[in-house]
């Protein structure tokens, strides 16, 4: 891959907004990544990210109209809410399952572009992945393929005499629902939200001492 092809994917990466959060990934290189085609991604998608993302589109499509009903059918619509909770419960319950130990690694930053992740072990730069993202705080889970773009080789911190090394991964994402894709947009921006009203907290907090 060139300078000019990795410049133009780093851009692609920075198109979107992106937050740093530590969350579980699952990463494992694909033979052949570069050939698989986006229908032939989403036919080979996991079940229950399938359904995970039939479950929430639903969900919003139903409850969205709702929305400005006061008075008992305001009641109704919140009894409907949480009833779409437990079901998102469930469902990410049945998600966790498909996080696998032998394939964890510890993501830092995600976005609608993609997403960074460290790991004792280098993968290579081009690979195509085979990436699963779990974010617990927002009942999130998404599977997607995603292509290696930045490496960055790091110390361990405190850990200077063995000169052990991880290795810090940027990647982008290459096939991806865009339902998937605006879920983690959403997930980036509400987190960031909340980053920020925590934020206000402790300065006001400081400012009244």
Do not use: W
Request: with cysteine.
């Amino acid at each position: 891959m060139s300078n000019e092809q990795i410049d133009l994917k780093l851009k692609q990466f920075d198109e979107f907004f992106s937050i740093t959060h530590h969350f579980n990934i699952n990463a494992k290189p694909l033979v052949n990544g570069h050939n698989i085609s986006y229908h032939d991604f989403v036919n080979d998608m996991p079940t229950p990210f399938k359904l995970a993302n039939d479950i929430d589109t639903l969900d919003q499509a139903a409850l969205a109209p709702l929305g400005a009903i006061s008075g008992i059918a305001g009641q109704l619509v919140q009894y409907l809410n949480h009833q779409a909770k437990k079901i998102d419960l469930l469902v990410n319950h049945i998600l966790s399952e498909q996080d696998e130990k032998e394939h964890r690694y510890q993501g830092t930053n995600f976005g609608g572009g993609g997403i960074e992740f460290i790991s004792d072990n280098s993968l290579c730069l081009n690979d195509v992945i085979e990436l699963k993202i779990f974010l617990t705080h927002a009942n999130c889970a998404i599977y997607c393929h995603s292509e290696v773009i930045s490496i960055e080789e790091k110390l361990l911190e405190g850990d200077t005499a063995n000169n052990d090394k991880q290795y810090r991964h940027k990647v982008i994402f290459r096939h991806i629902r865009e339902d998937d894709r605006e879920r983690l947009v959403r997930s980036s921006l509400h987190l960031q939200s909340k980053q920020l009203q925590q934020l206000a907290k402790e300065r006001n907090k400081q400012s009244n001492q």
